[in-house]
Every structure is written in C-alpha cells, then in structure tokens.
C-alpha cells in the first residue's frame, strides 16, 4: 500500500509537453464559453438531484434498454411484424371470410390454424426479446457509489442515477453515466480513462478535473458542495464538450479533458469523484447507438414476392372459376330443375353476375391451400431449432470464459450462409489487446529466435500447400535446382526447432511472462555483455528502460515489479527492460531510477536518471523522446519511435547500422510485429541549456500556435541521432485469427477493418492477420493536417477525388492478375468522402480492392460505412465487434454479430448472434451458415411444391364438376395437410438436412459461395419447384379419375364415389410428396426416417380412427378404408403407379445433373460415398486446394505468392544455366 500513497501523490502532469505540460488557471485559460443560443440549454445542479425532478429540468432516466417491444407496444408492434408477412394478411381475411355463407370451409377449419401461426410467432419474439431485457437489466442493476447526504456515499444501481448525483468511481470500473470530473486520488486531479469500448484505443486517456474542485477529495467534502454546470444538449459528440460551472459566482470553462463518458473504465487511478451530467439516453455512448432494427432475411422477402405469385395464381383461377360458375348458372342452371334459385343469390339465373362474384370469394378461399399457412410457423419452428444448434456446438464454446455461442435471434439463420462482406473492429475482436516483446535488431544484430504465430502458421500452411501441388513442377526441375527442395525442408526443419524449443520450455516448466516472449541466450541472463557491441546494447536497454511514462507497482507476490504503462507496447518494453536485467524501479517528479544487472556484479547496482524534459508522443509526432542526465553529469536523448521517421532525423556518422536494420525491420514487418525505432544522442550542457530556455518559453506561452511552436522546438533538438536499433513486439492476436480470416477468404468473403486506432496500428494489425502483405499495393487516401486546416472545404474534397480516381486508375491499368491492392483511409477523410457526391466512387474503388482498412473512425462512421456497403452493393453484409463503439455497425448490417469478451456486454447485446471469439466466425458462417441457407432454401421450395401439387387438385375437381364450388376431400383431411400429415418431414428437412458433413464444409470453403450466388433460391429453382408441383397435380388428378372414372371399385361391380376417389387422391399426394422429400434429402438420421414414413403411417391410422367415428363425424369417410378402399386391389395399386409417376421427372433431373452437370456438393458426396478420400489421400488433397475461392489475402493468398515467388526465381535461374555461355 505504501506504493499506493506515493503514486498518489505523483503529480503527472509535469510529465506531459504538448497539450499538457502545465496545468494552466482556468482564469488564465479563454474564459469561460460564452453559451448562447440553441443546443446549450442544459442546466446541472451540483448535488442537488432533487431538483432534477421537476420541468424543465427534469431529464431522462439512467435506465436503458435494447429490446424492440415494452410491455405497452409488444402487442400493436408484434402484430404489425406477423401481418407486413402477405400470406398472414390472405389468411386474415379468409378467416373472415369463413364467417360468411359463401365459405366453403367451416369457421374453425380457418381461424384456428391462423390463431395458432401467429401467436407461435409473437411467443417466439416474446422470449427473444425477453432475452433482451434480462441482459439490459445486468447493466442497469450494476452498482455504483453515490452521494447521500452529509458526507455519506451508499451503493445505488445504475438505472436509479440521477443528473446531478456525485457519484464516487473507484479503480477498474465503469463509469455508469457521462461525470464531470472533479478531484482524483492524485493530488492534481489526474486520472486515467480506458476508452476501448467507445472508440477501440487501448492506449489510456488522461483526464484532469479544474483546479477549483481540487479541494473535493474525499467523502465528507461533499457535505456543503453545490455548483451549477450551463452545457451542450444531449449529442453524439464523443471527442467534443463545451460548458462552464459556475462555483461561488465564479465561471469556470470546461473541455473534453474533465468529461469521463459512459462504459468507458478508470484505469491506474485509485478512484475519482465526480457529477453526472448526461444519464442513460442522453449519454454520448447511447446517443452513438440506434434503436434495435427489425430485421428480415433476404429469403423471407423473396418469399413475398413468390406468394404475389402464387397469389396472383389464385386470383386468377379464381376468376376461372367465377365467370365458368356465372356462365353456368345462366345458360344451364334454369334447365336444372332439381336446383331451384337460392334465395341468398349464391345461386341464381336471374342474377348471374351476382352468384358469379359470390363464387369468387368462394374460390379464394377454396383455393388457399396454394398458400402454404404453415410455412411461417414450420419456418419459426425450424430456426429456432436450428439456433438450438448454434448454441450447443461445443466447437463454438469457449473453454476459458465459459462461453457458448448464441443465436440471440433466429430471424437471421439463413443470412448467415449468403454473407458477402465482413465489416470488423479490430481491438478486441481480432487482437488481445496483449503486446509481446518478441524480437529486435541491435547493433545490425538480429536477436529473438522465437516465430510469431504469423510466420509458424504461414510456414505449416506453405509446408501443407507445397507438397501435393509441386510433385509436377519438381519432377521437371533440372538437378541443379535441388536447393529449392534442400531449402524447402530447412525451413521445415527451422519450424520442427521453433516446436522443440518451445514443448522443451514446456517440459520446463518454465512461467509464462505476460508482455515478454523472447528466446535468445545471446543477450540473456547478463551474456549481453560479451557481445561485439557491447556498449550499444547497454544503451539500447536503458532506453527501453528510461524512456516512457508508466509508473511501476511492486508485486508483493513475485518481488518484481508490474507497469501501469499508457499503452501494452510500452508496458512490453518496460518487461523486456526488466528479463534483460534493467528494471525500472521507482519514479518520482524529477527522476527515474533503474537496477541493472551487470555480470561483473552480484547485487544490482539502482542508477539514477534526472528527468529533464518529455516530449511526448502523438499520432502527429510518430515519436517520443526523453532528456535525462545520467549520474555521470552526462546529458542524453533517448529517443524511440516509427523507423520512417527515425531514419530522417539520423546524424551522419549515426547510420551505421541503417542497412542491417532497415532489412531486420522489414523481416519484421513480414512476420506480423509491430515496429518501432530506437536512438539517442549526447548533449553538451551549453546546448541543452540554451534549447531548454526556449523550449520553458513556449511552453509557459499561452496561446494559438503555443503547441506548434513546442513542435518546431523540439525537432530542433530531435536530429543529428545516433541509430542502436529496432524492436518487435507482436500485437497478439485472438487465438485462431489468422486461419479464421484465411478461411473466410477462401469461402470468397471480402473482409474491412474498421477501427480507432491509428493508421500504423492497423497496418500492422493487417500485415499480422494476412489482410495485408508485402507487395500488395496500398492505396492510401487521407488529407494532410495542414490542408484540413487550411483549405477550404471544397479543395479538400477535390483532392481526396483526385486521390480515388488515381486509385481506381491504378486498380484498372494493373496488368498483373496476381496484383492485390489495400485501401486504407482514415477518419478524418472518411467524413468527406461519405457525403453523397463522393461516396460511391470510393465504394467502386473498395470494392475492386482485396482488403479495406479504415483508421481513427468513430462509432457513428462505422455505422455509415456498414450501410454504405449494405446498400451500395445490395448484396449481405456482416459486422463484428465487441465493444460500445460498434453498436452502430452491428445494427446497421444485415447481420450483428457480438463478441462476449471482456469489456462490457454491450456489442452483445445489440447483437443478432454472439460468440467469445472472433474464430468461431469462421463455424458460424462455413458451416451453419451454410446448412442453415440451404435447409431453408430447400424447404421454402418444398412448401410451394406441396400446396401447389395440392392445391392445383382442388381447382381441376371443381372445374370438373362444373365449377359447383365442391371440394373432393373432406375438410379434415385438408386441415392436417399442412399441420401434421406434410409439416413434420419438411420441418425435419430444415433442421437435420446436411449436403456435407461439418468437416468438409471447412475443407472445402469453396461450398460457402452456393449462399451468396443463390444457387439454391433462385428464380430459376424456384419456378422448377412449381413446375414439378404443376405436374405433380396433373398426374395425380387425372391418373385418379381416368382410373377410377368408370371402373368397377367394389366386388358388386359399383364403381367409386367421390369420397373414395378423394381419399385415394389425397392418398397419392401424401405418398408422392413424402417420397419427393424423401430424395430431396442428402443425409438421413432415424428421426427422418421416422418422421418422413411415420407421416404416411399416421395418414392410415387417421384414416382408420376417423372412419370409426359416427357417421355424423366422419360423414361420407364412414369405414372408407375398412370396407371400401383396404379391400381393393385398384387403391393400392393406383397408389404406387401415381406416386412413381409423380417422382420420376425429379428422379430423371437428378440423375441426369449428377452424371453430366454435378454441382461441387455433389463430387464430394460420391467421394466420400466411395470412400476414394481414404484411398487416393493425393487426390483428395488436391480437390480440397482446388475447393477455394481464388484470393489475395489470408495466409493461403502469401503462401501463393512466395511460391509464385520461388518458381519464378528457381526459372530464371534454370534459363540462365541452360542458355550458353556468353563469350567475354
């Protein structure tokens, strides 16, 4: 704890340089902001909450909620979602119609079953929405400290703050609401702000509170506290506030430096007090989110234009059916005399055209069993089991956290398999936010032996690749080419060592050391010493060691010391300081003390390095640097940062090194690790002193240019460097990343980062996760800081123009087939380019490119960007993120998916699936993505067959019988049609139904494309589907009638009435269409079996029950099997001639496509069938790397190119060896 109190007394802001390096007055600042006007009515009273009860200043609660119903809109809202579907909206009015005389059905037989479709459905969305809630009220029930009165703070949850409230944070929290911030646990009002969840930085923020509030540290010094804070209205502003609070009739001006916003965490600060100025809604997080969008898939709105179809099929035959009714009441009825006119006109010579409109209401309702109402529960009941499995697939569950995947919506199953774009966030969802040091350059000296898990994947992959594609091309290689073989498995052997070493550290035992995974005897363990450079070295790590901004904590546990650094690389370097034998100890306002560890010596000898000056880094800057006077007297600049900028700054005789670094730095790069330069230069104390009286001169002025003049002056003392070398530290990725996006690459998914962090560190975050790669062509579209403060708006627009056109220009003159380009932009510029007359040239040129990165963007851009692609292409977008700042985007794309990681729920919650890490992406979208569009696409296509085979039957009865409205079954049968006699095997279909299994689906990525290409829910497909039902039904109709029409049926010679004929005829339609599912269907399991031929058992048990009934039950079915239709040969034998000539035209198709034109499922399965994968593994192996999307990112894409690579070389140097010898 002692640590604790000398932290805080710490005061940090005599670290800072620009921005920061003094803690001005706030009197001597601008004065306060003169607030006038609208979007500045907002009043805050100061622990008064009480006053925030009553208009007008009563404001929004601190409750949120990202459900789509409440308990008020859930019925009117649900209601609207079940009747936007067109098939629910017929069946409304039919069932209202059947309340009339002219149904021709009972009441029941319509109501009941659209009673029961819809109110599924509402109880579906009900328990997902509940879901909702119940993940809403997690957050909203967390506690938070807050004032009472008199000095006393008591825990109160979240939803029950108030604007107004002080509310006491305490280190590693969430703040609950937007605070001003008015005093920290550091005596000047320092504290440090995480804000990953709202922007996706995982450097911390500094935030420090007016120094009036200063006095307000501790609990009873809020007894008599009141202020007043007049601000900006409720905005999705992350980056700006402008307000004033008035103390003690003073004003004092506020700025975003004293605002700590919701979900972002106190960080490396014991706790901080402050008063909520924005609650809930209001909050800037929340007003950077949308309200939960109702989703729909492509397949179901496609699904609404098929029954337009079929609709207007319906109406059509319907009027068929009216004007052959009216013809027929008119010219022959009156010759009828046994049908005397109906006094309700539904039949009547005399009013024809009457009696003909009354038969079209009859045939509407007739003839709606072409619209399949059970389709949209089948279809609900089949998602939700399908999320049932999402859900429980171990291979999406997460060991570590405990966490399984899960659907929190079912809507969306099938978008899953027909995905065109991802759009992801990158902190958090690719990487760990975990930096290791693994590798650097000193001296010239490469020194880190172990691989990043960029270079181990990519040599396993080229090992893997290498072998079945190039017995052909190393058969025909020349013997002098046999060091392409030799080097081939010495990189090998190089990735078996890096496998040694590593399970011999196993075997060891040896602690895992966060931030820290070198392996290099050579400068280990003090051995650094006996190195040709010694003295470089020595310098190299006292600048690791010396130059930053962390404090140290002593870990009481260990003995050794942890860093709370601003950033994970300078947390990495201050731990690999540390292994190397230079800790840094102990910091106060004017030193940093160091213990090195000298072979010469047992103990650690602690120095002592002055502090004089930092000049901090900035993304502007691209550099940090530090003046320190060593106990020597000596006075010294050490100095790290990007190697472009180091480089220029280099004194003549400093480039010793250059060559060997440059060529380390870009190894590195290759490998994925993040880069940074490293060098110093000595200082003579006259030239320190004259530079440090200009440098305290700017920094004391108070003005516009104050941080430029900062800048000019410290590149003055920034240059004439001496270069000692480079470091690596890998930004780790989540485990699997790599692959993951490597196999969404192949399955031809195109993949943006959008992130916040700056464009370095996602260019590095690219290189390592295989977006990008050396030799693929970046184009970079930004507008330099200069001209965007400078030049107009519309120059500024006319030259980011000219920068897409040239980039396009470039895609479009590129010649290489092989050629990959990577577009990276920045936030700033993105703002201009997503205005309407900009925004779709960049898409174009997007679109052309392999990989899309957009850097410094804000929640809100990400949103922008999702839609831009959405509605730009038209084709299905996914976005992935997991944190506050990716609300946005995950609503806005066709498909949400949240990670549930570590900081906050949020992305979640706003989700439509969430999983614990991004490579479960991967199963989600290759495996059930597929599955799940092709069980759908095959069982909507069913549905349509079935009820048309079906429903067609019904018209050709009627128009047979003169159009008499008259349906040859009996209504029983029609009602457990579509509810049990055909749902369950389709419904077996959707949720079991595999082409191939789950390992060959990721095998063969290639399959994932029959989703986004709709091969499967076409047009085409679709009206095959219907032709098939066409004829369907016009085999069973007149094969039954033409068999039955004058044949003797009975021993007596009686021919069949029309109960016999209908039940035999709905005998053949549930033998056809259960047979027609039946080879539909790739994989079968026992449930389908059962259900498939359990469904025409249960038709001969009903059939059996029923005609056991009482005549007036069962009617005209009275013992109809029993004794008509059981006994004669005629039944069995019309329905095995029937259901065979129903299914051979499909049989026929099937065979003919599978021999002549198979589709790629189709290979596999013969192979698989054949068991040819086992026997002939050489051919497998080369289906499987012909079975890919053709790519250019991913580790297959590098692999590619460094073959490419190889074989180039490897001929020109065959050519150069055969062609003769030149005479000299």
Known sequence: MANGKIRAKLKRSSLYTFGGCITPQAEDADGPHQLQGPGYSRA?????????????????S????????????????ALFEQFRRVANVYFLLAAILSLTPVTPFSAVSMIAPLAFVVGLSMAKEALEDWRRFIQDMKVNLRKASVHKADGVFAYKPWMKIQVGDVVKVEKDQFFPADLLLLSSSYEDGICYVETMNLDGETNLKVKRSLEVTLPLDDDDSFKNFAGTVTCEDPNP???????????DRQLYPLDPTQILLRDSKLRNTTYVYGVVIFTGPDSKVMQNSTRSPSKRSRIEKQMDKIIYVLFTLLVLISIISSVGFAVKTQYQMPDWWYMPPDDKNLYNPDKANLSGFYHLITALILYGYLIPISLYVSIEVVKVLQAKFINQDLHMYDED???????????????????????????????????????CSIAGTAYGLSASEVELAAAKQMAMDLDPQDHDFERNLPSNNAGFNNGRSNHSSEIELERIIRSKDENHHKPVIKGFNFEDSRIMNGNWSREP?????????????????????????????????????????????????????????????VRERHPSSKEPVEREFKLLNLLDFTSKRKRMSVIVRDED??????????????????????????GATTRHLNEYGEAGLRTLALAYKKIEEADYSAWNEEFLRAKTSIGGDRESMLERISDMMEKDLILLGATAVEDKLQKGVPQCIDKLAQAGLKIWVLTGDKMETAINIGFACSLLRHGMKQICIAASAEMLSQETKEVVKENILMQITNGSQMVKLEKDPHAAFALIIDGKTLSYVLETDMKHQFLNLAVD?????????????????????KEGTGKITLAIGDGANDVG?????????????????????????????????????????????KRIAQMICYFFYKNIAFGLTLFYFEAFTGFSGQSVYDDWYMLLFNVILTSLPVISLGVFEQDVSSEVCLQFPALYQQGPKNLFFDWYRIFGWMGNGLYSSLVIFFLNIIIFYDQAFRKGGQTADMAAVGTTMFTCIIWAVNCQIALTMSHFTWIQHFLVWGSVVTWYIFLFLYGMLSPLVSGNAFRILIEALAPAPLYWITTLLVTATCNLPYFAHLSFQRAFHPMDHHVIQEIKYYKKDEEDRIMWTRERSKARQETKIGFTARVDATIRQFKGRLQKKHHASSSPMSPV
């Not at 909450?49 to 929004?60: D, E, S």
């Open 44 to 60: 805050v009273f100061c622990n008064q909450p009480q006053r925030h009860q009553k208009k007008p200043y009563k404001y929004v």
């Open 62 to 77: 601190n409750y949120i909620s990202t459900t789509k119903y409440n308990i008020i809109t859930f019925l009117p809202k």
């Open 237 to 247: 502003n992350l980056y700006t506030f402008v307000g004033n609070l008035e103390i």
């Open 401 to 439: 956290s405990g966490t399984p995947a899960q659907a929190r919506t079912s809507n969306l199953n099938e978008e899953l398999g027909q995905v065109d774009t991802i759009l992801s966030d990158k902190t958090g969802t690719l990487t760990c936010n975990q930096m290791d040091f693994l590798k």
């Open 533 to 593: 450079h010694a003295e470089v070295l020595l310098l190299f790590m006292r600048i690791l060691a010396v130059c930053h901004t962390a404090i140290p904590e002593l870990n009481e546990a260990t003995g050794s010391f942890n860093y709370e650094a601003e950033s994970p690389d300078e947390g990495a370097f201050l731990v690999a300081a540390r292994e190397f034998g230079f800790e840094f100890c102990k910091r106060t306002q004017s030193s940093i003390f």
């Open 633 to 658: 007297g000596q006075i010294f600049l050490f100095c790290k940062g990007a190697d472009s900028i180091i480089f220029d700054r280099l004194a003549k005789n400093g480039r010793m090194f250059e």
């Open 849 to 869: 490119c392999a990989s899309v990165i957009c850097c410094r963007v804000s929640p809100k851009q990400k949103a922008l960007v999702t839609r831009l692609v």
């Open 889 to 933: 985007m995950i609503q806005e794309a066709d498909i949400g998916v949240g990670i549930s990681g570590v900081e906050g729920m949020q992305a979640v919650m706003a989700s439509d699936f969430a999983i614990a890490q991004f490579r479960f992406l991967e199963r989600l979208l290759v495996v059930h993505g597929h599955w799940c569009y």
